[in-house]
Every structure is written in structure tokens, then in C-alpha cells.
């Protein structure tokens, strides 16, 4: 061992006294120094602090892990370096002491390796027997020997390393365990180590109940869980564990999470601990598990005490949609404290390693649900039937097809951002803008959404109010043909009939995109959006859509953030070809066998065109469009006749947070305009909204090292910034340039643009603001539209600026450009008339 204190080396002895407390006996006393170990000394005493410090928190006497012959402090620990604010071996207590093997500043190649009699003096923790574990030969060895002479006070093994189990080398029937085993990671001297589990039949089985028998996980990274970890001798898990499972009537969450468990023995008593570990999961369970919680808690991101099915309880910590993190959660068999559950495996460990397997190896979800089916039909009785018989005519009924119809017709509108009167800034004389749901009318207030939520568009109880609360905002649109009401009811039946999703109902057409038709329905007992994009092979023009098809399902679905619109579940399907037997190898028609063509299959030029269709199961936003929110002026306070500067910064933050998520992965939108930000009713939300970035068929992906894409020719005209325009060059900062435009358009409560009789063209005061604007905010919009897009900030950049300027908003500390530049000599009325059409 060497001694270097500050800068110098010294020996040892030549330390700095202690100068606060000399403990009663020891022999060496080192202050502020750094110990220079060998390496397998060094791991020696991450090894024994790792031990030492764990809080195994059991209430069980005896099963405490703690150090004897040493009291302990650790500050943090790094791979490299342990910091301890005090550590007292016996005969020596160091104060402010790191531990390292790495050799800085000088040069020193002096280490002796090995020193027994340090070794010895920290190698007693009592009730366990510490084995450290480099690698799966270690692991196996260790398991192997517990089997055959099993250590009576139990084993902690210390995973120094991240562990890959190879099911080819692992023995099919797994490690018996018959003494307490604990699974310790790294997590608490430095990165959390990792199990890959690589779905290995049985990991281990234990034979044995609590208090003698029981497994213990601390600070591990769990991945790639087996089906049926660990199962004890004839439990009604084992063998067949999801039939017996679900025999027991456990909800699926419960089946999903006791890949991991183990039976509960006779004592009631789990025999699984998981302390401080992360469970990768797969996207699918990790979805399922979400929509359970969310479905208890809300949109809040606390809850407690919680009980969703039978055996499945929970105290959530928080959920950010990637990761959930519980306080405690037991499970079939298992208890956890501290516990998170991902679908994104953390810096290091591989890739879920069959990402889209269906869990357990269970029945299909259908049956699943068929089952529930019945059972709510039982249930229910006729209760239900007559559910059904008022929502048949519901659905039928002449009131709500008209709302339908014009709820397609508004969509529409709202998309056709070149449609000139979509520009005419409709204003409702409130101040509060009716979303395409507005059922109340204009009224005071600052809600980003009005009417009553849950509603189909344009029902009538959502209906159209006066005063900004109508269906259309925009009065002089172009007409849209309207759809005969048997073309909507084919539309819907021809969609139920194609997806062939049990879980799936389809309530109405809620609007148009350039490349299908959006649904409302329920999928799973939750309110949906269902977005199909058609395509065609073999016609000039399908590659386009069926990129974009391709993009949209792959971009989206592997999103999970509050601020962008989820995809629960996509598919993507050939349609129904009427008339041919095989457009791959016939050009012959035959005739039509069902008389329904589904939109699927169509002639050109004599030859079959196979239509393709992708259906996109998302989560249905019920506020309408930020489009439709800002033309109804929904941003502006009209009683003080001034902007509402807090709903903007509010509304600007939840949208850099969605777009922080997306740059983080890389991810481009390519098209970010008011008309796909989205709204969703959420009355935890100050505004009553939450935003949600939609519509990923124009973003793309970039590979970590690429800065941007080239030639590329995207996004929505006035959105898009001039270096796509002129270059083609995509980059983040492009997305950062839409973002500029639509905190323009929020704080004018118009479009940046409008419609002239040459044509269309930016509005004369964009992207100027007024005098009386606060000026931090002027000039935070001025830097996103910077014409040169490395001056543009990142998002988080952005974020962080927004956030001090609501804090400042809030304290009532805003300058306005009038404060810092003086008067503006030609009045804000001018600049404002730029918005008057
Ligand atoms: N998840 C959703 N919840 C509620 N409405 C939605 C959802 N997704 C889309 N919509 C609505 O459906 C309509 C069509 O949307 P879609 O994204 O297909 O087309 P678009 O953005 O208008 O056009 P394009 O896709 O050609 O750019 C829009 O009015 C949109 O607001």
C-alpha cells in the first residue's frame, strides 16, 4: 500500500494529523490521503465495501448483512476511486481517504501486489460468506458448490462484472438453492452491474421456505428475465406456470412480472427479494404494466396503497413512460423495494434479447380477452345488453353522423394548412378558444380546451357552442364533400373488419390525413386513435407513403414520453384483394368474390396493385390540435388584453420536454407544426391539457455519429427551416427553427403566414414581436429562427431557458422590449394589425 496526500507523495506516517477526534487505539491514523492499491486489492476493498454498506433490508434478526471488525463511512465510490469519510480497521482509522489503484499525475510502477495481512484484517462480515463474481465461470462454480455442500450461513455473491448466462452451458434444470443466496451488484461503489439472463429455461430453483430458504437482489440490472426464474419444487408455478398461474385467477401483470418469482411457499411469505434493481423488460410487458398503473393512478405520476389484480401491489414512485420506478411492489412470490421497470436497457447491458416475444409463452391475448369477454357478459347480464342496445343507437343515430361528417370535414381543413381561409384568424371574443370538441362556447378563462371531455367530436353534447366554441374555425374553408352516411358506415365496418382485433372497437371517423383515415375507438378498454396509412406496391409514388408508413410505425412506437402521442400497437396488412388470386403471379382478374373491394385492391393500366394498409393504435387526443388552439386565440387574455405569457411558457416547455426526448434519441420530427401538436384533456394540468407531439411520418432517425441528413426536401412550408429549403440539409436544429415558428404564432395567436391573391406568403411582422413583448422571450423565439442553424439552441438548451423565464414570469420580473430598447416609435398597434386579416 502507498500514501499520497495533496499533491505529494509522502509516506503514510507523514499525513496531516487528525485534528478532530484520534480514536481510542489506533496504531495508524491517515487523513485527506489517498491509498494506492494493487488492483486486486483495490477490488478486494470495493468488494468488502460493497458488503459492508448494503442496507439489506430485512426485518428478519440474523439476516442483516454488517461489518464487525470495521466501522465504515463510504462517501461515493467511483470504478476508479472509494471515498470514505472515515473507516476504522482494526488498529487504523483513515479520515477523508480515497481508495485507488489508478496512478495519477506521477508515474509510479513500485506497487506490491497482494498484501494477506490487509486482506485479512477486512475480510470478516459476518452470516454470509462473500464470494466475488467475475464471470459465468464464477457464478456456475459457486451455484455448483452450494448444490453439492451448501454454506450454512448463505452466500453473497458480488457481481464485479456483468454476467452473461449461456443457456447451451447452464444446466437445463437450473442450480438447486438451499441456504439464503444474495445477488449483490455494483450499484453502490460504482455502475450498477448487470445479470443477461438470455432467457435461460431455469435459472435456479428454490427448495425451501422463508426464513431458511430465500433469494436476495440488490442493485442489479435484470435483463432478459427467464420465463419461470426461479420456481420451487412442486409450486403451482412450476411446470406450466402461465396455465397455473392464470388458473389462480392473477391478473396478467402479475403473470408477466413473475417471470422473476417464486412461489409463495406455505408460509405466505415471498422468498424473492429485489432491492434497489431495474427489470428490462420487453416494450410489451413494459406497455402492458404501464397501462395497468396509469389506468389506477391516472395521469398522476403518485399514487398508493394501489391493488390492480390479485396478487399485483404496488406504491409507485414515479412514472416518466420509459420507466417506472416503485417504491414497493409485491408480486406472485416476490417483494421489492425500490424497484424500476424499463423497456430501454441502460448504458451497457445488450438488447432485450427477443424484444417482441410474447411472455410466459401464454395464450394468445385474444383468447385472453375472450375469456374477459364472457365474463363481463355474465356479469353484466343485462345490464350489458342494454348498453349495447343504447350505444347501437348512439351510433346510428342522425345527430352524431352529422358531427361525424363534419368532424372529417374540419380535419381536413386543419390539415390543408395552404387552404386560404384556414388562415382567417377566427376569434372567438371570449378569449376562450373551443377546441374541434368545444361544447360550452367562448367564455373567460385560460383552459387550453374546453367543453366535456370524453365526448366524440361533435356529439351532442360536445356540440358546436357560439362564441369560439364551434366546429370549424375556419369559416371560410373550402367545402368538403361530404361523405354519404353508407360511406362512413363502410369505412368503419370495412376497418373492424379488416384489423380483426378483438380488443378493437371503432366508435367514428375522426379525420383525414394525406394518407388515410384516423378512427376513434376503444382498444383494451382504453379511448384510442386508430391512424391507417395506405399504400400500394407497384405504382409510382407507393415507395413514398410506404416509407413513411414504414417510419411512422417504427419512429412512434418507440417513443414513449408524456408529450408525444403513444402508440400502444401497430400492424400493417395487404387488404382484401377483390378479384385476383395472386397479384404476384397473375396479371388475371377473377371475379370479385365478396362484392366488396375494402379499398384494398384497384386496376391501373389492367394490371393488380396490392394495396397495403398500417394501422397504428394510439393513444386518442381529445383537445384537438395546438393549430385550432391558437386560432381561437386561446393564448390571449382578452380581458387584459395581453397574451398569456405563463400558458405559453407552460405549453413551450411540454413541448421541448417531448422534443428533448426525441433529439436524445436521435430522432428528427421533420414536420413540427401547430397542426400535429395535439392536445389531450388532463385536468391534473393547470391549463386542463396536456400537449403531445404526433405524426412521425416525416421524421427520421440518424445513426449516433451523423450530424444531419442530406436531400432531404420535407416538412410543412413556413415551418421549415432555410437550410432545408435551400440545401435540403436535415438537422435537429431544423426541428428547433418549427419550434421558433410556433412560439411566434402562440404569443400573436395567428399563423405566421398568410393568404394573398398571388399566392400564400409570411406575414409582414413574422418574425418580429412587439415592444411590449417581454424581451427575453422576443429573443429566445428570434435565436430559434436564426438563420444560421449552429447559433440555434438545442431543446435543452431551450428548456432551461424557458424554465427561468417562468420562474421570472412568475416572480413579476419581466422586462419588456420597451424596457430594454425604449418606446417603439410606431405603436404596437401596427405590429399587431399584422395578425388582423
Ligand atoms: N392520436 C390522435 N388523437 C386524436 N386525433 C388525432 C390523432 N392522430 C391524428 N388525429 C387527427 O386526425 C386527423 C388526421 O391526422 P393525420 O396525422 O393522419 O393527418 P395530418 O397530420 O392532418 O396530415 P398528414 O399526415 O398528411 O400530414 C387530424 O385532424 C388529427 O388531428
Request: net charge neutral; with cysteine; hydrophobic share 40%.
Amino acid at each position: 500500500m502507498q500514501g499520497r496526500c495533496g499533491a505529494h507523495w509522502r509516506s503514510s506516517a507523514s499525513c496531516p494529523a487528525f485534528p478532530y477526534r484520534i480514536p481510542a487505539s489506533p496504531q495508524l491514523t491517515l487523513t485527506n490521503c489517498t491509498l494506492l492499491l494493487p488492483p486486486s486489492e483495490y477490488k478486494y476493498f470495493t468488494l468488502w465495501t460493497l458488503l459492508a454498506t448494503t442496507v439489506v433490508h430485512m426485518d428478519e434478526v440474523g439476516l442483516q448483512l454488517r461489518a464487525s471488525t470495521v466501522a465504515i463511512n463510504a462517501k461515493n465510490g467511483t470504478n476508479e476511486t472509494i471515498q470514505f469519510e472515515r473507516l476504522t480497521g482494526s488498529g487504523l482509522d483513515l479520515v477523508n481517504v480515497n481508495l485507488t489503484y489508478i496512478v495519477r499525475a506521477v508515474p509510479y510502477t513500485g506497487l506490491v501486489l497482494d498484501n494477506p495481512v490487509l486482506i485479512q484484517s477486512f475480510g470478516a462480515v459476518p452470516n454470509v460468506t462473500l464470494v466475488p463474481i467475475y464471470d459465468l465461470s464464477d457464478l456456475m462454480a459457486i451455484l455448483h458448490a452450494m448444490q453439492t455442500a451448501p454454506i450454512v450461513q448463505g452466500v453473497a455473491l458480488v457481481i464485479l462484472r456483468n454476467i452473461t448466462i449461456y443457456p447451451e452451458v447452464w444446466p437445463s434444470g437450473g442450480y438447486n438453492v438451499t441456504q439464503p443466496l444474495l445477488i449483490v451488484g455494483q450499484s453502490n461503489v460504482g455502475q450498477t452491474t448487470w445479470i443477461d439472463f438470455r432467457r435461460v429455461q431455469k435459472f435456479v430453483r428454490v427448495l425451501g421456505c422463508l426464513p431458511d430458504v430465500y433469494i436476495y437482489i440488490q442493485g442489479m440490472h435484470l435483463v432478459n428475465l427467464p420465463n419461470g426464474l426461479i420456481h420451487s419444487e412442486g409450486s403451482a408455478l412450476a411446470g406450466a406456470p402461465a396455465a397455473a398461474a392464470k388458473a389462480q385467477g392473477l391478473s396478467d401483470v402479475t403473470l408477466y412480472l413473475t417471470n422473476l418469482g417464486v412461489d409463495m411457499c406455505g408460509t405466505g411469505l415471498p422468498s424473492l427479494f429485489l432491492n434497489s434493481s431495474t427489470l428490462i423488460i420487453t416494450y410489451t410487458e413494459f406497455r402492458l404494466v404501464h397501462n395497468v398503473v396509469m389506468q389506477s393512478v391516472g395521469t398522476s405520476s403518485k399514487g398508493s396503497d394501489v391493488v390492480v389484480g390479485s396478487q399485483f401491489n404496488y406504491d409507485i414512485g414515479t412514472i416518466v413512460l420509459d420507466n417506472m420506478h416503485f417504491r414497493s411492489i409485491l408480486g406472485w412470490g416476490w417483494n421489492g423495494t425500490s424497484v424500476d421497470l424499463t423497456y430501454m436497457c441502460p448504458t451497457g447491458p445488450p438488447l432485450l434479447y427477443f424484444n417482441l416475444y410474447e411472455p410466459m409463452g401464454g395464450e394468445p391475448e385474444s383468447k385472453r380477452l375472450r375469456w374477459w369477454q364472457i365474463a363481463l357478459i355474465v356479469i353484466g347480464g343485462v345490464l350489458f345488453l342494454a348498453l349495447i342496445a343504447s350505444l347501437i343507437a348512439w351510433r346510428t343515430s342522425v345527430n352524431r353522423l352529422r358531427h361525424e361528417v363534419e368532424a372529417v370535414k374540419s380535419a381536413h381543413m386543419d390539415k390543408k394548412s395552404s387552404d386560404a381561409s384556414a388562415d382567417r384568424d377566427t376569434v372567438s371574443a371570449g378569449g376562450r378558444l373551443g377546441s374541434s370538441h368545444a361544447g360550452n362556447g367562448g367564455g373567460a378563462g385560460s383552459q387550453l380546451v374546453v367543453g366535456s371531455p370524453g365526448g366524440p367530436k361533435g356529439s351532442p353534447n360536445g356540440g358546436g357552442g357560439a362564441g369560439g366554441g364551434g366546429t370549424s374555425d375556419d369559416s371560410g374553408a373550402v367545402q368538403f364533400d361530404r361523405p354519404p352516411l353508407a360511406v362512413l358506415n363502410s369505412m368503419m365496418a370495412s376497418l373492424t373488419q379488416e384489423m380483426d382485433d378483438q380488443h378493437l372497437t371503432i366508435l367514428e371517423v375522426i379525420g383525414q390525413g394525406g394518407f388515410g383515415v384516423v378512427y376513434r375507438g376503444i382498444w383494451k378498454g382504453l379511448n384510442v386513435a386508430v391512424k391507417t396509412i395506405t399504400f400500394q406496391d407497384r405504382v409510382a409514388g407507393g415507395e413514398k407513403a410506404q416509407h413513411r408508413a414504414i417510419l411512422e410505425a417504427a419512429i412512434s412506437s418507440s417513443l414513449a414520453h408524456p408529450n408525444v402521442v403513444s402508440t400502444y400497437s401497430y400492424d400493417i396488412k395487404p387488404l382484401t384483394v377483390q378479384g385476383v388470386s395472386d397479384p404476384d403471379t397473375s396479371d388475371s382478374c377473377q371475379s370479385p368474390s365478396n362484392g366488396q373491394n375494402g379499398g384494398g385492391m384497384k386496376i391501373i393500366d389492367k394490371r393488380p396493385v396490392l394495396d397495403w394498409k398500417l394501422y397504428l393504435i394510439q393513444e386518442y387526443c381529445d383537445g384537438g390540435s395546438l393549430r385550432t388552439a391558437i386560432l381561437k386565440r386561446k393564448f390571449f387574455d382578452s380581458k387584459k388584453g395581453e397574451p398569456r405569457m405563463e400558458m405559453i411558457l407552460d405549453t413551450c416547455m411540454e413541448l421541448t420536454g417531448g422534443l428533448m426526448h426525441l433529439h436524445e434519441r436521435n430522432i428528427i420530427h421533420g414536420d413540427l407544426n401547430p397542426n400535429n401538436v395535439l392536445l389531450k384533456r388532463d385536468s391534473s394540468k393547470k391549463y386542463g391539457a396536456i400537449c403531445k407531439i404526433a405524426d412521425f411520418g416525416l421524421s427520421i432517425k440518424m445513426s449516433a455519429d451523423q450530424s444531419h441528413i442530406s436531400n432531404m426536401r420535407r416538412g410543412t412550408p413556413f415551418y421549415t427551416c432555410p437550410q432545408i429549403l435551400s440545401r435540403g440539409n436535415m438537422t435537429k436544429a431544423a426541428d428547433v427553427y418549427s419550434m421558433g415558428v410556433m412560439m411566434w404564432e402562440m404569443y400573436h395567436c395567428c399563423m405566421s403566414y398568410r393568404s394573398l391573391p398571388s399566392g400564400f406568403a409570411a406575414r409582414e411582422n413574422f418574425p418580429h414581436f412587439p415592444r411590449k413583448a417581454a424581451h427575453d422571450f422576443a429573443c429566445l423565439v428570434g435565436s430559434c429562427l436564426d438563420s444560421e442553424p449552429s447559433r440555434r439552441p438545442t431543446f435543452v438548451q431551450l428548456r432551461s431557458e424557458l424554465e427561468s423565464q417562468l420562474l421570472a414570469f412568475k416572480r413579476g420580473g419581466v422586462r419588456t422590449g420597451e424596457d430594454v430598447l425604449g418606446p417603439d416609435p410606431t405603436g404596437d398597434a401596427t405590429h399587431l394589425n399584422g395578425c388582423q386579416d
